[in-house]
């Protein structure tokens, strides 16, 4: 069993940053995924960002640099730095692993509330 905490969520006006965190209970050492989705009020949870092993990541286009996903191993933790935030990011953002961390994740976390005012 694997938990996920998240924490860096909040309200920002549009133009902003945030930086969201994910610590896993259990070592990661970068062997296995891990993503951020997130999840628009009556929408399905939609993947965002992922990373696999040797750092390669998959991120969706309409927040193609503006975010930026990383890892530090040695924290057992996940980052999402957010640039340029809009309107249309705000939604409840979630970190997972486990599966493929795309269309298959095994474990996920409670949750982060972001708000973008504009």
């Known amino acids: 069993q694997v938990q996920l905490e998240e924490s860096g969520g909040g309200t920002v006006q549009a133009g902003g940053s945030l930086r969201l965190s994910c610590t896993a209970s259990?070592?990661?050492?970068?062997?296995?995924?891990m993503a951020w989705f997130r999840q628009f009020p009556g929408k399905q949870r939609e993947a965002v960002a992922s990373?696999?092993?040797?750092?390669?990541?998959n991120i969706i286009n309409s927040v193609k640099g503006r975010f930026t996903l990383s890892r530090d191993n040695a924290k057992n933790t996940l980052y999402l730095q957010m640039n340029d935030l809009k309107p249309e990011d705000t939604a409840m953002y979630y970190c997972?692993?486990?599966?493929?961390?795309?269309?298959?994740?095994?474990?996920w976390g409670q949750g982060t509330q972001v708000t973008v005012s504009s």
């Open positions: 997972a692993t486990g599966g493929d961390c795309w269309f298959d994740v095994a474990y």
């Open positions: 990373i696999y092993a040797r750092g390669r990541t």
């Open positions: 259990v070592h990661t050492d970068g062997s296995s995924c």
